[in-house]
C-alpha cells in the first residue's frame, strides 16, 4: 500500500497505471545520490503521513520516464544501483549524463505528455477519482483497515512541486522555460 500513488493515477497523462512514477521503484542507493530529498515514505512507509511526499514522488516520476524512454523494464531499475542509469543512458546517447539531468529529462517527458493532455482539453484535476480506493468510508478489515487517503493533501503539494496551476494543471511558463519547451508555450498558454 503506497499512498503517494493516488495523485500519480490522478495527475498523470495516462492514468491509473502503478508503473508511472511507482514510489515503490526506489533502487536502494538513490537516497545517496539526491541527498536532499526524503525518500522515506517509499515502500509504504509513513502511510498515514500524507504532506512531505512531493520531492521524493517528482523524483521517481522523473526517473521512471527515463526508465520508460530507454526502453528499459522497471524490474531492472530495481535491480541494480541509481548510478546505473545514467551510466546506462551515457553508453546509449553517447552524452555524458549525471542523474540531476535525467531528472531534468525525465520531467520535461513528463510535462511534454501532460500538454498534449491539456491542449486535448483534458485537465488531470477534474478526472474523478473512486472513493472506494481512497477508503471513504474506511474499509473494516484487511491491510489497509481504516485508512483514508488525503488525496488532495498530496495532489497540492505535487502541483506546488511541479510548478503546475493548482486550478488548471498548466505547468509554469518559467518552468517550461528551464526545460527548453518554450515551443509548448502557446499550447496551454493561449
Known amino acids: 500500500f503506497e499512498p503517494s ?3 500519480i493515477y490522478k495527475l498523470d497523462a495516462t492514468p491509473g497505471r502503478h508503473t508511472q512514477a511507482a514510489q515503490y521503484c526506489l533502487p536502494p542507493d538513490l537516497p545517496e545520490l539526491l541527498p536532499g530529498i526524503d525518500f522515506s515514505f517509499s515502500f509504504g512507509n509513513k502511510r498515514d503521513i500524507y504532506t512531505g511526499r512531493a520531492k521524493a514522488q517528482k523524483a521517481l516520476a522523473a526517473l521512471d520516464h527515463c526508465v520508460n524512454a530507454l526502453g528499459m523494464c522497471l524490474f531492472g531499475f530495481l535491480s541494480t544501483t541509481a548510478d546505473f ?9 553517447g552524452w555524458d ?12 517527458i513528463g510535462t511534454v505528455r501532460l500538454v498534449f493532455t491539456l491542449r486535448e482539453g483534458i485537465n488531470p484535476l477534474k478526472r474523478n477519482f ?4 481512497l ?9 489497509t483497515k ?10 497540492k503539494e505535487f502541483c506546488k512541486e511541479m510548478d503546475w496551476d493548482p486550478e488548471t494543471c498548466r505547468p509554469a511558463k ?3 522555460e528551464e526545460l527548453d519547451l518554450e515551443w509548448l508555450i502557446e499550447d496551454v498558454w493561449k
Open 146 to 155: 481504516g485508512i483514508s487517503v488525503d488525496l488532495d493533501t498530496m495532489t
Open 5 to 7: 500513488m493516488a495523485s
Open 135 to 143: 477508503g471513504k468510508p474506511p474499509l473494516k478489515g484487511g491491510p
Open 174 to 176: 518559467k518552468r517550461m
Open 130 to 133: 473512486p472513493d472506494i480506493a
Open 97 to 108: 549524463v549525471d542523474i540531476n539531468e535525467l531528472l531534468d529529462a525525465g520531467e520535461r
Open 85 to 93: 542509469m545514467p551510466a546506462c543512458y551515457s553508453a546509449v546517447t
